[in-house]
C-alpha cells in the first residue's frame, strides 16, 4: 500500500542501446524506470530535499558515459553504484552526518508506535538509514521504490535469493528498531542472530 | 503479479520474518500483517515522481567559473523587449544586439534563444518575452553596473517603461546576475521562479512574494530577506532560492575546501540545525580555522545561528576585528545599529588581511 503507482515498464537491452546512441525517448524510458530506484538508495544517506537533484545528476553523469557500458544487462548495477558514490561524496562534504547517525541511534525507538497509527516518514526513513547497507538498500528498493524482489534482483545484480533473504532480515531488523510488530515485543532476533552484515555475496 | 519465491539457502530466514509477510515482501502478493503496510506506507510517500531536468543547483566552481565569464561581457547599448505575436529565434552563433532605449540590452546570445516581438502591456510599458532552450544561453545587461546571465531552459520577461524602472521577470530557469562592477564583482544566483530584477549602478531586485531586495554598493551588496539579513562584500557569489532565501556568500577568494563548509554550515542551518551537536560542532570546526578574511561570514553567520550557538561565533568575530565602541550583548540580540558597526568593523578586517 503505497502512495503512487509501482514502476513499471522495465526497459530492455534495445532501450540500453538506443539511448547510448543518443536517443531521447530510449533516455526517457531507462529515466522513469530507474529514477524511482537511484532516488530510493540516495535517500538512505541524503536529506530529502536533496535526493531528487542527485537523482538527476547521476542521470545527468551517466548520459555521456553510456556508450561506454560493456553489457547492457548490468545497466541498473551501474547506475546504482554511481548513485552510492553520489551519495558517499554528499556524505562527506556533509560532516554532520556521522554525529547525525549516532544521535539516531540514540533516539528512543518506540515512541509513537501505537497499532494502526501512521508511522512518520522520516522517522522510518532514519531507522531505515541505521540498518546494515544490504538491507536498508534492498528495503528502500521494496518499499520506497515499490520494487518487487524479481525486479530487484534484476536492478542491482544480486541472486534471487539474496534479495531474499535482505528482504526477510532487514523486515525485521527494521520492525526491531521501530518497536513495531511482533519483533518489538522482545522477539526481534539480535544483528548477531539474523547477521548484521547482510548479503552482498549472491551478486550475480 | 505472484512469482515463485527463491530457494531458502539460509535456514534461519523464516524465522526472522512470517511467511505471509515474506510473500508479499517478495512479489506484492498475500496479506502482510499491519505494521509491514504501515512502514510501506509511510516509506511510499517518498516515492520519486520527478522529471529529468537540468540541475537546480550549481556547485561553487561552475558558480565561479560564470562569475569570470561574466566579466568578460561589454556594455553596447540598450533595448527594450515586449510580448506579441511568435517569438522569433536568434539565429547563429553571432546573433545581432539588439539596441533600443535605455534599459536592459541583450549583450549576448548562444544556441536556442528566441526573442517575441514587442508588444504594449500598457500604454507605457511594453514587454518581451524570451525563451531559452535546452542548450542556449542568453546575457543581459544594463549600464555598467548590472549583467544577467540566464541559464538554459528558461523563460523571462523584459519590459521597458516610459516613466519608470525598467525590469526583467524570470518565470522559470535560474539566472546570475551580476550586480556590482568594477574588481570586486558580486555574483547572486537566482533560482526558480517570480524573480524581477530592476537595473542601474544600484541595482536592485525583488523575488516575488518573498520580497527579497538586494541594493549595492560599492563593492558590496545587502541582501534583505524577510527571515534575515545578509550582506556580501565583493569579490563573492551568494545564491537565492525560493523558499530557502539567500545561502551564506561565498568569498571568491576562499579555497574550495572552506567553500564546502559554508555550503554544509548553510545547509545544515537551513535545516534549522536539528542535530544540534552535529550543527554545532561543524561550527566549532570553522570557528577554529578562519581568519581575518572571514570576518564578513562570520557577521552573517551571526544572522542565522539558533540563539545558543551565536555567543560563540561573536565571541570568534570579536577576536578578527578591530574594537568596536558597541556594547557586545547587543550582537547577541541582533540590534540594527550595533550589527551595522561591526560589519563595517569586519568589512575592514577583511580588507586589511
Not at chain 2, 569579490?235 to 559554508?262: F, N, Y
Request: glycine letters at 8%; aromatic letters at 4%.
Amino acid at each position: 500500500m503505497t502512495t503512487d503507482t509501482p514502476p513499471s515498464g522495465e526497459p530492455g537491452d534495445d532501450d540500453v542501446a538506443a539511448a547510448a546512441r543518443g536517443d531521447r525517448a530510449a533516455w526517457a524510458t531507462l529515466y522513469s524506470w530507474y529514477a524511482p530506484i537511484i532516488h530510493s538508495l540516495l535517500l538512505l544517506t541524503v536529506a530529502r530535499r536533496e535526493a531528487d537533484e542527485l537523482t538527476q545528476e547521476v542521470f545527468l553523469k551517466a548520459m555521456p558515459r553510456l556508450k561506454d557500458l560493456r553489457n547492457n544487462a548490468a545497466l541498473g548495477a551501474w547506475l546504482c553504484q554511481i548513485a552510492r558514490n553520489e551519495a558517499a561524496t554528499w556524505g562527506r562534504k556533509q560532516r554532520t552526518k556521522q554525529t547525525h547517525l549516532a544521535a539516531l541511534s540514540q533516539t528512543p525507538p518506540r515512541s509513537d508506535t501505537a497499532e494502526n497509527q501512521p508511522l512518520d516518514p522520516d522517522a522510518v526513513l532514519n531507522q531505515l538509514r541505521t540498518l546494515p547497507e544490504a538491507y536498508r538498500e534492498t528495503l528502500a528498493l521494496r518499499l520506497i521504490a515499490g520494487l518487487t524482489g524479481p525486479q530487484i534482483a534484476a536492478a542491482t545484480g544480486l541472486t534471487p535469493a539474496s534479495v531474499r533473504v535482505n528482504l526477510c532480515r532487514g523486515m525485521a531488523m527494521l520492525r526491531g528498531v521501530l518497536g513495531v510488530g511482533a519483533e518489538a515485543a522482545g522477539e526481534m532476533p539480535t544483528g548477531q542472530a539474523v547477521g548484521q552484515s547482510g548479503t552482498k555475496e549472491g551478486t550475480r | 503479479m505472484s512469482t515463485q519465491l527463491p530457494p531458502d539457502d539460509v535456514n534461519d530466514v523464516n524465522k526472522a520474518i512470517s511467511p505471509e509477510d515474506e510473500k508479499y515482501l517478495w512479489d506484492g502478493t498475500g496479506e502482510p500483517a499491519a505494521d509491514v503496510r504501515r512502514v510501506e506506507a509511510a516509506l511510499g510517500t517518498m516515492r520519486y515522481s520527478g522529471e529529468l531536468r537540468a540541475p537546480r543547483r550549481l556547485h561553487v566552481p561552475r558558480r565561479l567559473m560564470i562569475a569570470a565569464s561574466l566579466l568578460l561581457v561589454i556594455v553596447t547599448s540598450y533595448m527594450l523587449f515586449g510580448r506579441g505575436g511568435p517569438g522569433g529565434r536568434v539565429p547563429g552563433p553571432t546573433p545581432p544586439v539588439v539596441t533600443v532605449k535605455p534599459t536592459w540590452t541583450v549583450a549576448s546570445t548562444q544556441g536556442d534563444v528566441k526573442v517575441g516581438e514587442p508588444r504594449d502591456l500598457t500604454p507605457t510599458v511594453k514587454l518581451r518575452d524570451v525563451t531559452v532552450g535546452k542548450d542556449g544561453r542568453v546575457t543581459l545587461r544594463s549600464g555598467e553596473g548590472s549583467t544577467v546571465q540566464v541559464e538554459s531552459e528558461a523563460r523571462l520577461e523584459i519590459a521597458e517603461a516610459a516613466n519608470q524602472f525598467p525590469w526583467v521577470k524570470l518565470s522559470s530557469g535560474n539566472a546570475f546576475v551580476q550586480v556590482a562592477g568594477g574588481d570586486k564583482p558580486i555574483m547572486v544566483g537566482l533560482y526558480g521562479h517570480a524573480v524581477s530584477m530592476q537595473p542601474g549602478a544600484a541595482a536592485s531586485f525583488d523575488a516575488g512574494a518573498e520580497k527579497t531586495v538586494l541594493t549595492c554598493k560599492t563593492g558590496e551588496a545587502h541582501i534583505s530577506w524577510p527571515q534575515q539579513s545578509t550582506r556580501v562584500l565583493g569579490p563573492a557569489v551568494c545564491t537565492i532560492e525560493p523558499g530557502r532565501g539567500p545561502a551564506l556568500p561565498l568569498p571568491v577568494a576562499a579555497p574550495k575546501e572552506a567553500c564546502g563548509v559554508i555550503d554544509a554550515l548553510g545547509d545544515s542551518l537551513h535545516f534549522g540545525m536539528k542535530d544540534l551537536k552535529g550543527g554545532s560542532m561543524l561550527l566549532k570546526g570553522y570557528l577554529d580555522n578562519v581568519t581575518a578574511a572571514d570576518a564578513p561570514t562570520l557577521w552573517n553567520l551571526l544572522n542565522r545561528v539558533p540563539d545558543e550557538l551565536r555567543r560563540p561565533v561573536r565571541d570568534r568575530l570579536a577576536q578578527l576585528i578591530a574594537p568596536v565602541k558597541v556594547d557586545p550583548e547587543l550582537i547577541l540580540k541582533l540590534d540594527p545599529a550595533a550589527m551595522d558597526a561591526w560589519w563595517r568593523a569586519s568589512v575592514e578586517a577583511s580588507q586589511q588581511n
